[in-house]
């Protein structure tokens, strides 16, 4: 049990109807799980407003309500506390009432539009290597060192992320990578977190069935950077033309990473195969199992960070040069015929013609590339014709086809995506609504040597449709008709 008054501390209260001197158990911002003494937070959502069901709340056993407006109807014996907001409160709520573990680690947090997963999950692989006990919060997993839980958000509520913080704390975690994305920061579920470094990776389309505009996308993620204490460190890529937005107003150490800007860590490509890429970082030369130039941009934020979090620069050279790639990013297989299958979750225009234009830098010309590509239901439209027209441009033969089509029709959002292939391009493309059916098509159509791009959904093994996910894993099904096909 908890004191109310305890776990409201650095909320910045307005009101307060009845004591704070209370005992609670625990607190929920959805009313189905409040029980018997817990506290009620009422936050209002895109799609429900917690105020409507304070009632429904205390009818569960709740004790006291943390709202942003009292309710007409107050209960006798129940406690309501009025605070500026409630996504706010819940953050500094759920800190205190986890015992602030941010503050007993040292925590890294990851934004931008493309390479959170990547920089997160490589800077826990880099870490464990080095010997270190390590967390990490991401789209891919969530990991307590080596305990490993499945995430559901690229950033998690706030109750769930100190829960998770608090788990690292007691199993003597010393650093985590976490990724935070414009919604976590929008919903204040990284305010009272205590980061001791901050990473900008770049800013691209995305997000924007969420924010009105890029500009407000843009001065969301900035937000995380201003709120950064001056004992932390703010690493941008200055080859972004956002890079140095995000650094105005931080308190924190400004330090900048970049291929082609003078910068504080610096990294030329000096070779770039399938196999992986020779870099020269700041004067050193290191071979890494990863490819392309949006790779090269990761690993030089990792590598800047790690220096930046006290290790030197030989070990965290070495280290580079053993990471392996992660999940459903640029994951690739040769089947026996020769024909290369490519997964990535390139799912945003900017990191479709990352890889694309990635693999065309490698490849001789002599083999086709085919494209199987699909856009998300239920997000932002305008990337649509954008994503079509990236895929129909780069590759010799694209095929759209059906993402997480969610509670649209797969068909309308093809037919969308459609409207922005160029007249030159038509003939290159092919519709096939199943997945399944368009990852079969591009396996028969491919001949050996080609390569095959299978972009949008990486790791996710499922497909979400009308709310039910079914099981659907783009790396299992293409190696099995690739076996299949060419035994």
């Not at 006291?64 to 007409?72: H, M, N, S």
């Not at 769930?160 to 579920?189: A, D, P, W």
Request: hydrophobic share 40%; net charge negative; charged share 25%.
């Amino acid at each position: 049990m908890s004191i109310l008054k305890d776990i409201l501390y650095k909320v910045a209260i307005e009101a307060v109807k009845g004591s704070t001197d209370i005992a609670v158990n625990k607190m929920d911002f959805d009313s189905r799980k409040i029980e018997s003494n817990d506290v009620f937070v009422a936050i209002r959502g895109s799609i429900s407003d917690g105020h409507d069901f304070i009632e429904k709340a205390i009818q569960l056993g709740a004790v006291a309500i943390v709202c942003d407006t009292f309710p007409e109807n107050i209960a006798k014996g129940i406690t309501y506390v009025q605070v500026k907001d409630t996504n706010s409160a819940l953050a500094f709520m759920a800190a205190n009432y986890f015992g602030n573990p941010s503050q007993n680690l040292k925590l890294v947090g990851i934004t931008g539009t493309n390479g959170k997963t990547t920089i997160a999950s490589l800077l826990y692989q880099l870490f464990k290597k080095a010997g270190f006990k390590v967390g990490l919060l991401s789209t891919v997993k969530i990991l307590v060192d080596e305990i490993e839980y499945k995430a559901t958000h690229t950033t998690p509520d706030s109750i769930t992320i100190n829960h998770y913080l608090k788990e690292m704390v007691e199993n003597g975690v010393e650093y985590c990578f976490m990724e935070v994305s414009s919604h976590g920061i929008h919903q204040k579920r990284t305010e009272a977190l205590h980061f001791v470094g901050g990473i900008f990776t770049n800013l691209s389309h995305d997000h924007l069935d969420y924010h009105p505009t890029f500009a407000e996308y843009r001065d969301v993620k900035k937000l995380f950077f201003d709120h950064l204490p001056k004992t932390a460190f703010a690493l941008t890529n200055i080859d972004d033309k956002n890079g140095t937005v995000m650094l105005q107003n931080t308190a924190a150490k400004k330090l900048t990473y970049a291929l082609k800007s003078y910068a504080d860590y610096k990294a030329q490509i000096l070779e770039n195969q399938l196999s992986g890429l020779l870099l020269k970082i700041n004067g050193n030369e290191v071979w890494v199992k990863l490819i392309g130039t949006f790779n090269a941009y990761n690993l030089l934020a990792i590598y800047g960070t790690a220096i930046e979090l006290g290790m030197e620069s030989l070990e965290v050279l070495r280290l580079l040069s053993d990471l392996e790639s992660v999940s459903g990013r640029f994951q690739y297989i040769v089947s026996a015929s020769n024909i290369t299958a490519i997964v990535d979750y390139a799912h945003t225009p900017d990191a479709l013609e990352n890889v694309l234009k990635t693999i065309n830098d490698i490849r001789t010309k002599n083999e086709q590339l085919i494209t199987v590509v699909g856009c998300g239901g239920n997000r932002d439209k305008t990337k649509r014709p954008i994503m079509a027209g990236i895929a129909s441009d780069l590759s010799d033969k694209a095929i759209f086809t059906s993402d997480n089509p969610r509670n649209e029709d797969p068909e309308v959002i093809i037919t969308e995506m459609e409207q922005g292939v160029a007249p030159q391009n038509y003939k290159k493309v092919l519709t096939i609504t199943d997945r399944k059916q368009a990852i079969k098509t591009a396996c028969q159509l491919a001949q050996p040597n080609d390569i095959i791009l299978i972009a949008g959904k990486g790791h996710e093994t499922y497909q979400e449709i009308n709310g039910i996910r079914h099981d659907f894993d783009d790396m299992k099904i293409v190696k099995e008709i690739l076996d299949q096909l060419h035994k």
